[in-house]
């Protein structure tokens, strides 16, 4: 082989990738800032609107409740993750026997299709026949109006979110917690500290980067949240759970506007990567 | 190496190939395809014509495919005209679709074919000529069957409940919910039976079997939308809108979805449905043994004057710009809509063809002494509305039911809120 | 004694993870007017549902799918994501950050911008109800790339070399070498992958509308959410369990490679 070729080589292998970066990726970018200015509805030709869809995100009513909604998401869904997968890992971190198997069993969700979990809590958060209003009637407690009360909707589905995605978490922290070496450890029980105290002090500051990643990985799938409320819901009720994902959907695939879509599209893929960058200053920042 | 890159170069290539083959390429003009619904019977009755058509003609035949299976038929179409897979004719198209479609330039506008004004005058009552008529004056669907929605009732019920006539207007329709709910509150208090039952859906199309029907039936027939604006915002709304809401508020019909482990209906849970002409053969196929039922007009507003319209589901039939020659379609789709057809295809359908004159015509009366409860509908078939030929309709329904919702399910709203915002969004809409 | 009820503490914590599943198993097993009061066990079994729901929808045409799509997907990302992980990690070229900075670019490109102009791409392509549409836009992985490159990286040197003086060819290196002796990193690519492109349903809805094209998530979705279903609950969670089971018995076999492989997404911060 000749020294040319080996110079060309590497742009063979790599001219694949390019190929589809150009076609799959940096094409769409542009289109989408191009269609934000149009109105399209693909059957008829494109016509050039200006700035209406913007208008018209500001005022947009549904826009704004689906921004609502998926705040509501990630607030209660981020906290509870990180308790209750902090928690689990730190006691899996113990020395226990069996320990795969209860950690194949918390993961087990996490492998599963999100259609599966959906259709399968649907009928759990069922109003008259679901397993968990029926558990609470035998408890002496009343029923809950987990997805047909407007205020329990979307905190019903980040429970179940968490529910699926726990285990993946735990296992993150489980690396994380493993890292802490344990001669720090040794030397906070000399000085007779207590477990909580130990927790705080060495444990919390040293998974600071893990627990900054299951922030934004919760983030970015808090946004993308779609076959949950799609399935479950369908947005309601009184569009309760009607998620930035679904909202972009329904505009798109429902109605035909592409170009508002893309509007929709193209802000919340700058909001996204503007909360992960504030994420990553305010947490990391607390070292 | 360079068997990589060529590869790779030819995945390129074939691609864009792929883009400029749009087209079918030329199509014989004596050959036309045709796509009905996929409705076991509505495929049998497109067999028997599509047969018979190319027995009398062997030159110019015609083949025919049900509408492929997807989540819908309109999705699959809208697929097609995208794609430009279209068929020649197709025969399920929802009303409310076609001025999306015409919108788009790609549906035949069929007045400009030979013999079409004359035959269609001579089918169907002039409004309903008016009313598939676009707002660019051209005709682009020819009306083919409707299912009027009428109100079903239990005859033993009613009769429990000691009422000679089923209900007709909104206050007897509330004192009867009153009497039947009285009688069926469990020990616990929770009433396990209802007068009515809508489902409690916020679905666009959900409408049509509820809000649309109650507001054809109060305002003689009145349009949702007239010059892209709404038309809606009128007291006949308003009072739909109380009277559903009311009927939820005090659990004359049921706020949570009902289970259909069997038919609510059949098994007398509910004592009335707003439905269609669909319901009889399946509830005489279901009925327990001395189960009696019939139907009658959607109730109205007590001060209401005048005939009882209704909506009708109205699907009509489409020529795509795509087919090679639209005058020989026209000619096919003539032979499946002229007297003895419709006749046909009632028989096999049970679904009414919305010609004119349906239950004094001759022809047809065998078949109603046949079916009686078809007459109810054939009367009804007189009175009856399909959409307004604006597009964006789906959205518009939408928006109705968004504030359906939020008033009727929910009580959040005044009714008169409601349909105002109601109409304040569906003219955002036509403003766009 | 603590110890006990530690125990029982976790299996109380597995059970809440593990006990849905069965239910639903259970659920779908049994008559469908049981499916409302089932706790434990149903008084009978019973294939009905099942029996139902393979009449009403393609469900095996549907695994079939997404089989052949998942597998076409996950074999792309291997070939060309270890092609450009080894170019970006062991050869020296012009631009070779530039492209890297591409990759990391792709992966934090949130989807949200591209949905509606990568559908619009399929239908001028007329790929709109093809495989086309739901194979080759996932032919490609950021993350893919990013994991050969980082394990390429670590593959001793005279290995590359003794195979450079053999006469091999960069493609052979990559295919012959490098592969066997990155394992790991296959493994982890190609669950992620399969995992991935397999549970994918948003994609397919969009630019598949033909049934006979659907990938199973897909399938099963439809169903639960449109009419065919009837309000039948227990066709309804048949159709979930037969979408679980493939993976569920994948992972039964493979399950420390599922859990490392998951792991590992995390490692690339």
């Known amino acids: 082989m000749n020294i040319n070729s080996k110079k060309i080589v590497p742009y063979f292998l790599v001219s694949p990738y390019i190929i589809y970066f150009l076609i799959f990726i940096a094409f769409p970018v542009v289109f989408s800032v191009v269609l934000t200015f149009h109105k399209w509805n693909i059957i008829s030709p494109m016509q050039y609107t200006g700035l209406t869809n913007y208008v018209h995100l500001i005022h947009d009513e549904f826009f704004l409740k689906s921004l609502g909604n998926t705040l509501i998401f990630l607030v209660i869904h981020i906290p509870l993750q990180i308790i209750i997968a902090l928690f689990l890992a730190e006691i899996l971190n113990q020395h226990i026997k069996f320990r795969g198997f209860f950690r194949a069993a918390f993961f087990l969700p996490v492998i599963v299709s999100g259609v599966v979990v959906t259709i399968l809590w649907q009928q759990l958060y069922g109003f008259d026949t679901g397993l968990l209003n029926r558990i609470l009637i035998f408890l002496g407690l009343g029923r809950v109006g987990w997805l047909v009360n407007p205020s329990m909707a979307m905190p019903s589905i980040a429970i179940m979110a968490t529910w699926k995605n726990v285990g993946l978490y735990i296992i993150l922290f489980l690396v994380g917690l493993q890292t802490v070496p344990k001669n720090y450890y040794e030397a906070a029980d000399l000085e007779g500290a207590t477990h909580w105290q130990k927790f705080k002090s060495i444990t919390l500051p040293m998974i600071n980067p893990t627990i900054f990643m299951v922030v934004v990985l919760s983030t970015i799938g808090g946004f993308s949240l779609f076959i949950e409320p799609y399935i479950m819901t369908g947005g309601g009720p009184l569009n309760s759970t009607l998620s930035a994902v679904l909202y972009i959907y329904k505009q798109g695939f429902f109605y035909y506007h592409m170009g508002y879509s893309a509007t929709l599209g193209l802000f919340f893929a700058v909001l996204i990567l503007g909360v992960v960058m504030f994420q990553k200053k305010f947490i990391e920042k607390d070292k | ?432 | 004694m603590k110890r006990i009820i530690f125990y029982i503490f976790l299996c109380l914590c597995a059970l809440v993870f593990l006990y849905p599943f069965i239910w639903m198993l259970l659920a779908s097993l049994s008559p469908e007017n049981e499916i409302g009061a089932l706790t434990f066990l149903p008084t009978s079994l019973s294939l009905n549902s099942y029996a139902q729901m393979l009449s009403k929808i393609p469900i095996t045409r549907a695994f079939i799918n997404s089989m052949f799509v998942s597998s076409m997907v996950t074999l792309g990302v291997l070939v060309f994501g270890s092609m450009v992980g080894y170019a970006l990690s062991r050869l020296e070229f012009r631009g070779r950050n530039l492209i890297f900075f591409i990759v990391i670019f792709t992966m934090t490109l949130p989807f949200q911008i591209t949905l509606i102009p990568q559908y619009i791409l399929m239908v001028k392509f007329g790929w709109v109800d093809t495989y086309w549409a739901l194979i080759v836009p996932g032919l490609m992985n950021a993350l893919g790339i990013i994991l050969f490159r980082q394990y390429f990286k670590s593959i001793p040197q005279d290995l590359i070399d003794a195979a450079r003086i053999d006469g091999c060819g960069d493609l052979q290196i990559i295919f012959r070498i490098l592969w066997p002796n990155s394992l790991p990193a296959l493994v982890t690519v190609g669950i992620l992958t399969f995992m991935t492109s397999w549970n994918d349903v948003l994609w397919p809805l969009i630019v598949i509308r033909n049934d006979h094209l659907m990938t199973m998530p897909q399938l099963v979705t439809l169903f639960a959410v449109g009419g065919a279903a009837e309000s039948q609950l227990g066709v309804k969670l048949a159709a979930a369990t037969l979408l679980a089971l493939p993976i569920v018995i994948a992972y039964l076999f493979f399950q420390k490679y599922f859990i490392q492989s998951m792991a590992s997404t995390g490692i690339k911060e």
Not at chain 2, 291 to 301: A, D, G, K, Q, R
Request: glycine share 4%; with cysteine; proline share 6%.
């Open chain 2, 1 to 432: 190496m360079i068997k990589w890159w060529v590869n790779i170069v030819f995945l390129v290539f074939f691609s864009l190939f792929q883009i400029s083959c749009g087209s079918r390429g030329e199509r014989n003009p004596n050959h036309l395809i045709y796509w009905s619904s996929n409705n076991t019977q509505e495929i049998e009755f497109a067999r028997y014509i599509v047969n018979g058509w190319n027995k009398k003609n062997p030159s110019e035949t015609v083949s025919f495919q049900p509408v492929p299976e997807g989540q819908s038929s309109e999705e699959i179409i809208l697929a097609a005209v995208v794609g430009k897979t279209t068929p020649d004719i197709y025969s399920n198209m929802w009303q409310g679709d076609v001025e999306d479609y015409a919108h788009a330039g790609v549906l035949v506008a069929l007045d400009t074919l030979k013999g079409f004004k004359d035959f269609i005058y001579s089918r169907c009552d002039s409004n309903v000529v008016k009313e598939v008529t676009s707002p660019d004056g051209h005709i682009y669907q020819v009306p083919w069957k409707i299912n009027p929605i009428m109100l079903m009732y239990n005859k033993k019920i009613i009769h429990h409940l000691g009422l000679k006539n089923p209900p007709q207007t909104y206050s007897q329709f509330d004192s009867a919910s009153e009497k039947f709910k009285d009688e069926n509150i469990d020990k616990d208090g929770y009433v396990d039976r209802w007068f009515g039952y809508s489902e409690v859906l916020v679905t666009w199309w959900q409408r049509f079997f509820d809000f649309y029907p109650l507001y054809l039936a109060a305002s003689g027939g009145a349009p949702l939308v007239k010059d892209y604006k709404a038309a809606f915002d009128n007291e006949y709304a308003v009072e739909v809108f109380s009277f559903l809401r009311n009927l939820y508020a005090n659990d004359y019909f049921a706020k949570e979805r009902l289970s259909t482990r069997q038919d609510i209906f059949l098994s007398g849970t509910i004592a009335t449905r707003f439905t269609g002409p669909w319901e009889i053969s399946h509830a005489n196929k279901f009925k327990p043994k001395g189960f009696e039922f019939n139907f009658t007009h959607m109730p109205v507003p007590d001060n209401h004057k005048g005939p009882v319209y209704t909506y009708c589901d109205p699907k009509n039939i489409v020529i795509f710009k795509t087919c090679p020659n639209a005058q020989l379609a026209w000619d096919f789709i003539k032979n499946m809509i002229e007297e003895k057809n419709d006749l046909m295809f009632l028989k096999m359908t049970n679904q009414i063809p919305r010609r004119k004159n349906l239950e004094t015509d001759s022809l047809f009366s065998d078949y109603f002494k046949d079916n009686p409860k078809m007459i109810e509908f054939a009367r009804q078939a007189k009175y009856v509305k399909g959409t307004d030929p604006y597009p964006n309709l789906t959205e518009v329904f939408d928006i109705i039911s968004q504030e359906y919702e939020a008033c009727v399910i929910y009580g959040k709203k005044s009714p008169q809120k409601a349909i105002d915002d109601a109409a304040k969004q569906v003219n955002l809409l036509y403003m766009k």
